[in-house]
């Protein structure tokens, strides 16, 4: 049965993968795949040997001997507990998404538009690097993605020039979440679990992080497709942009920085933090919309859409939900092979054929060749449960550089491939990048930024 479940997923990764020769979208496979192996699992129940415990990372003592009822609710537990920490990304990707579509109903995304004078492409592609690099450790990199798409939809209109801008995006958003404990779900994970500690996390991963951006940037500056300028359409500003843009954006982007300050005090998931900021940002949306469609320009035209719907009505019907439930597929589908135990017996398996894991880490070797395939394996399938079965697998105490190097190769492998991070999936979604091209055109790059930054680790780690 576990054959059975291994294949599923495989066929449905090669649907994902093959969308656009299919012609079938993607969230289809997601999703089947998710019931299917689900299904599979609650049919097959008494023919598994084990059970991971993904709140404890390890393996059920004694699942065998339970009864049939035992397993069976065992495995509700699990089921209920994977889809709770998948809705929990969820609720924080619609609130934010939501938030950003409200900056974006009040034209709050022309006020940044505004600030980015040059029409210099290689400029653009720097400022836009740095600030995905930077803002992604603020508000972590899903929602800096999500945030720097939207003004980059604003600001460069040839779509196949901007797939270029958020493949780097990607890559600079991935290497920023990486050293910050609330940057990537996975730091987020190795933070609370007490294995690194902010001080450290920054002192190690700094210096490997920002090469993992500026040395793909560096080299994408050199590409043709970077090359002149940008086409600015003008006739953009013949239409009258809201009194109340600036502070939308403000207020919106404030709002977001505060999830991480209000989970701090409180110790509640971010998904609360960004509920409590979606309803703020909310109030002063409803105010300011009176406000923004009284005024007397005869110049300024207002929609069906803002004529007869609340700002929020407006913001939450132009969510991708497309891309929100292609994430509950693949995530949930994730959560059955990690459920199985299959990802956690893939590294046991990996520690006694490399007996050297697990000895003296800095000394190079076997142990530093594991953490890149770590890298390689968070950006074929994910790097939750890679850093999950880490977890499990390692006892070594906080702030050993292993946990650093677990924190980086799952942080930043994931830019490899495009599915292989929550940023890379939200910009699929977005932009509709095709798998394979992102594989031709981004990977690469991606390569180059992982393979530099570890090295640099490597010269880190000694200092501390």
């Given at each position: 049965?576990?054959?059975a ?61 339970l ?10 537990e ?10 929990e ?57 999500i945030?720097?798409i ?49 001080g ?39 239409k009258k ?38 309803g703020v ?13 009284s ?8 929609s ?7 700002p929020?009505?407006?913001?939450l ?7 929100i439930l292609?994430f ?10 990690e459920s ?6 893939f ?17 190079a ?7 890149l ?21 390692f ?30 999936v ?7 990048i095709d798998?394979?091209?992102?594989l ?14 570890s ?5 880190t780690?000694?200092?501390?």
């Amino acid at each position: 049965m576990e054959a059975a479940i291994i294949l599923v997923f495989v066929i449905g990764y090669l649907a994902i993968t093959l969308e656009h020769n299919l012609k079938i979208d993607k969230l289809i496979p997601a999703l089947v795949m998710m019931a299917i192996s689900w299904a599979l699992i609650a049919l097959g129940l008494e023919s598994f040997s084990q059970w991971f415990d993904s709140e404890a990372y390890s393996l059920v003592e004694g699942f065998v001997g339970l009864s049939s009822e035992g397993k069976m609710v065992l495995m509700e537990e699990s089921l209920l507990h994977h889809l709770g920490k998948t809705s929990e990304i969820l609720v924080f990707l619609l609130g934010a998404m939501t938030i950003v579509e409200i900056i974006d109903y009040f034209d709050g995304f022309s006020t940044i538009k505004d600030f980015v004078k040059t029409k210099k492409k290689t400029k653009i592609l720097w400022i836009f690097s740095i600030l995905a690099f930077f803002l992604s450790a603020i508000i972590d990199n899903l929602t800096a993605t999500i945030v720097l798409i939207s003004i980059l939809q604003k600001i460069v209109k040839d779509r196949d020039v901007r797939i270029w801008y958020a493949g780097l995006i990607i890559i600079a958003a991935n290497a920023g979440g990486a050293w910050s404990p609330i940057g990537d779900v996975t730091t987020t994970m190795l933070w609370i679990g007490k294995k690194v500690s902010t001080g450290y996390l920054i002192g190690y991963l700094f210096v490997p992080s920002f090469l993992s951006m500026a040395v793909p940037a560096f080299i994408a500056s050199f590409l043709p497709v970077f090359k002149g300028n940008l086409e600015i359409e003008e006739e953009v500003k013949e239409k009258k942009k809201s009194k109340f843009s600036g502070t939308m954006l403000y207020l919106g982007l404030g709002a977001i920085v505060f999830v991480p300050i209000f989970k701090m005090v409180t110790h509640l998931p971010p998904y609360m933090g960004m509920m409590l900021s979606l309803g703020v940002v909310a109030v002063f949306a409803e105010i300011y919309s009176s406000s923004k469609f009284s005024m007397t320009d005869t110049d300024f035209e207002e929609s069906d859409a803002h004529a007869h719907h609340s700002p929020v009505h407006s913001s939450l019907s132009k969510i991708e939900l497309p891309s929100i439930l292609f994430f509950l597929g693949i995530l949930m589908a994730v959560a059955a092979l990690e459920s199985l135990g299959i990802l956690f017996g893939f590294a046991e398996s990996l520690k006694e054929t490399l007996p050297m894991l697990g000895t003296e880490l800095h000394h190079a070797g076997v142990s530093d060749l594991v953490m890149l395939l770590l890298g390689v394996g968070s950006a074929v399938i994910d790097n939750v449960p890679l850093v999950a079965a880490s977890l499990g697998m390692f006892s070594e105490p906080i702030d050993n550089e292993l946990w650093h190097f677990v924190a980086f190769s799952a942080g930043t492998g994931g830019s490899m491939l495009i599915i292989g991070s929550a940023a890379g999936v939200v910009a699929m979604g977005m932009e509709k990048i095709d798998f394979f091209w992102y594989l031709k055109k981004i990977s690469w790059l991606a390569a180059i930024g992982f393979l530099v930054g570890s090295a640099a680790f490597m010269v880190t780690r000694t200092l501390f």
